[in-house]
């Protein structure tokens, strides 16, 4: 399933917008005082301010072929934590596509 677009509510829209835009380097779409949305692959991902705290867990699938370009293209951005001593990331195969997430964590 592929998503077009993808709206997900957050109250700390700056840090998002900072990290989505400056520290991975994706496209920001469109930006007002209360969202903005940036372009991943073929979906556009929409951050809308609320005074709520909403916490999500969401990942991006890479071809499996991709996976050690990926990891370098993520170093140069954050850090990566390490899941075992010997392993940088743990991945789960799902035929082509390979399972990669990263958690932000924002300062308060």
Do not use: D
């Not at 951050?47 to 993520?74: D, G, Q, V």
């Amino acid at each position: 399933m592929r998503f077009k677009k993808l709206k997900l509510y957050t109250n700390k829209l700056e840090s998002e917008l900072e990290f989505y835009s400056k520290t991975l380097g994706f496209e920001v779409l469109k930006q007002t005082a209360n969202h903005f949305s940036v372009k991943i692959g073929w979906s556009e991902l929409v951050f809308e301010k609320t005074e709520r705290e909403y916490k999500y867990h969401y990942c991006f699938l890479i071809p499996s072929n991709k996976l050690n370009e990926a990891l370098k293209w993520m170093e140069k951005r954050t850090e990566i934590v390490n899941i075992k001593m010997a392993e940088k990331l743990k991945t789960l195969n799902l035929g082509m596509l390979t399972h990669f997430t990263f958690m932000m964590q924002v300062e308060t």
